[in-house]
């Protein structure tokens, strides 16, 4: 056999192989089960412009606040014309710096004047001492001492990072904030129901969109992070006007 007719028959053979191959592919392919299929791409989270969950699909953002008489961690009168809602971790370096540079100023100018009403959302997103640090504040709010202990924790943040909660360093924080009852404080640390309050707080929030704090939420206008006064009171007077205050 001539060289030529060798190099013909070695192209036709490695020919034939690359064909069965792909053809046994094909085949193996045709054959999957579902369980062995690409998995489907996440369905997304619901955001602030979208209705959120058991509300009618009227294309406006959602309703997220409260105007509840009994609710603990809420300050302002619950008729004033607008309501401010925030979410926050109680270990959150950014929500500490806006709670003690910028929300006193809100507090002063809108909350304490009738205008504004403020709601806060509890979120557990960094970790087992962010949710016994919300748990803690439920227990404050339940004595009396919300703003109180909120002030507290923030104020004591470090300049970075998250601050460093475990359980003695809450009750230390909530003799200073002048809860009255430390040893019911204490026990209401392991209460199930409040960690279950919690969990729920922070799963809403994350079907709402909210992925970062502090977070908030103005008559359907969403903005984040440690924004300046100058923000807030935009969007407030924006808010009042539009409601005729």
Known sequence: MTPSLVRQRRILVGAT????LVLAVVVVSMLRSPADAPAAAPTPTVTETTPAPEQPATGQPPVVERRDPDDLMAIGDVDAPVVLVEW???RCPYCALVATQTLPEVITKYVDTGKVRIEFRD??????????AAVALRAAAEQGRFQQFLDTVFAAAPDKGHADLPRTRLVELAKDAGVPDLAKFEADLSREDLHAAVAASTTTAQQLGVQSVPFFVVNGTAFAGAQPMATFT?????ALAAAGA
Not at 17 to 20: D, F, K, R, Y
Not at 234 to 238: G, I, P, S, T
């Open 123 to 132: 979120v557990s997103f960094f970790g087992e001492q962010s949710t016994d």
């Open 234 to 238: 935009e969007v407030l007077d924006q």
């Open 88 to 90: 926050a971790d109680m």
């Open 17 to 20: 192989v690359a064909l069965v």
